[in-house]
Nanobody, 125 residues
Framework: VQLQASGGGLVQAEGSLRLSCAAS????????MGWFRQAPGKQRDFVGI????????YYADSVKGRFTISRDNAKNTVDLIMNSLKPEDTGVYYC???????????????????WGQGTLVTVSS
């Protein structure tokens, strides 16, 4: 599956931003979808994951209550809605796909086989 992330930009602290990831090439609903982010000079960190139907989601503690993942299998898209943004949320955000059902343990980058190109989010203080 090919992934294309978009929607990044510059936003002030406490602001909101919506990222979108468009998938193509395979049956989108066969994949659990994840979001990761990478700050400059740091490793790629787990943000959240949504199961194939969109019902089940898991989030990193650092974003829980502020970020929401939503998918639309009819449109082959998965969104990351980010509210109450903080400067520490700054980074390149990646969407990722893993074939098969969701598992709460899927939080490592190595758990995902397909990646989008990333979109930069900058949160100013």
């Amino acid at each position: 599956v090919q992934l294309q992330a978009s929607g990044g930009g510059l936003v002030q602290a406490e602001g909101s931003l919506r990222l979108s990831c468009a998938a193509s090439g395979r049956t989108f609903s066969d994949y659990s979808m994840g979001w990761f982010r990478q700050a400059p000079g740091k490793q790629r960190d787990f943000v959240g994951i949504v199961g194939r139907t969109g019902v089940t989601t898991y989030y990193a503690d650092s974003v829980k209550g502020r970020f929401t993942i939503s998918r639309d299998n009819a449109k082959n898209t998965v969104d990351l809605i980010m509210n109450s943004l903080k400067p520490e949320d700054t980074g390149v955000y990646y969407c990722a796909a893993r074939l098969g059902p969701l598992r709460v343990a899927y939080r490592r980058a190595d758990d995902f086989g397909s990646w989008g190109q990333g979109t930069l989010v900058t949160v100013s203080s």
